[in-house]
């Protein structure tokens, strides 16, 4: 199923928030659910979720409501989450580890395919079952797997050179975490700065945010 206009990145961002509000109505038996019901357990308005979708084409029935185990089939299809998604990570630091673990415990789709790190003292050390290779072989890899989403977890100073590698290895999306920002053509990148969310928190904890409360 194709979008039949242009689907801005944002609705793309919500869908698998539904999806997961989907699974857990399965898990709770629910068959048939609603809009508004959809709406409440995932914080945006019926209308939104309405919009959405509709992107995608038409789903449910007037009167009715969404069929939940349908629904969650068709956006499993348009997210492309048909089957485990394998997904290379390059820098096997503390945050590298913990996204390693925390995909190997809690992700049914996504899951950690390779690791890289240039630091030898940690090539061969294996996280969770997963071994760490130097970044030399990072390319051959990536291609060998048939890896379409690269994960960047290194300093600043080594982001761009990482995410170059991994775009040349003919990776198509990135989740950067470090802290500048990535961009390339026909390459779909999500910036992910923990220092300046951590600072923008603050004004709402402890700053002007916080005095109107």
Known sequence: MKPQRK??????????????????????????????DLARRSGYSSEQIRKDLAYFGAFGTRGLGYDVGQLSQQLRRILGLTGPVPVALVGAGNLGTALIHYTSRNSRDAFVAAVFDQDLGKVGQEIAGVTVQPVSELSATVKELGVR?????????????????????????????????????????????????LQ?????????GAERH
Request: charged letters at 25%; hydrophobic letters at 50%; a negative charge.
């Open 7 to 36: 689907v801005p990145a944002v609705a793309v961002r919500r869908l698998p928030l539904y999806l997961r509000v989907l699974e857990d109505l399965a898990r709770e038996g629910v068959e048939v659910t609603s809009s508004a």
């Open 149 to 197: 989403i690269g994960v960047i977890a290194v300093p600043e100073e080594s982001a761009r050179e990482v995410f170059d590698q991994l775009c040349d290895a003919q990776v198509t999306a990135v989740l950067n975490f470090a802290p500048t920002k990535l961009e390339r053509r026909q390459v779909s990148v999500q910036n992910v700065d923990l220092t300046t969310e």
């Open 200 to 208: 923008s928190l603050a004004y709402f904890a402890l700053g002007a």
